[in-house]
Nanobody
Framework: VQLQASGGGLVQAGDSLKLSCEAS????????VGWFRQVPGKDRELVAA????????KYADSVKGRFTISRDNAKKTVYLQMNSLKREDTAVYYC???????????????????WGQGTLVTVSS
């Protein structure tokens, strides 16, 4: 199983970025996917998660109303649209996947089975 995260970069506060996570080697339509982020010295935190059908989503309070998670199962890809970026959004962003049932998705990092390599998002003021 491989998860390829992409789309990170250096942007200014208030700008937008769209991250992508493309999967291979997994029955993607049966996998919940989460986006996590991590900064040095801190634990990896859940940013957003989406159920295998896309019918259920969850967001960290810090990104609600600014970030949107979505998926295209035909393309085996999950997206994270990030708008109104803030300096505190600066982190390495990881996508993770886990085969699940129905609308369930894990919210803890240790519940996910597969991880992408991470993509760096840097927001300058």
């Amino acid at each position: 199983v491989q998860l390829q995260a992409s789309g990170g970069g250096l942007v200014q506060a208030g700008d937008s970025l769209k991250l992508s996570c493309e999967a291979s080697g997994i029955t993607f339509s049966r996998a919940a996917v989460g986006w996590f982020r991590q900064v040095p010295g801190k634990d990896r935190e859940l940013v957003a998660a989406i159920s295998r059908s896309g019918s259920s989503t969850k967001y960290a309070d810090s990104v609600k109303g600014r970030f949107t998670i979505s998926r295209d199962n035909a393309k085996k890809t999950v997206y994270l649209q990030m708008n109104s970026l803030k300096r505190e959004d600066t982190a390495v962003y990881y996508c993770a996947a886990k085969s699940t049932i129905l609308t369930y998705f894990p919210t803890q990092s240790n519940e996910y089975d597969y991880w992408g390599q991470g993509t760096l998002v840097t927001v300058s003021s």
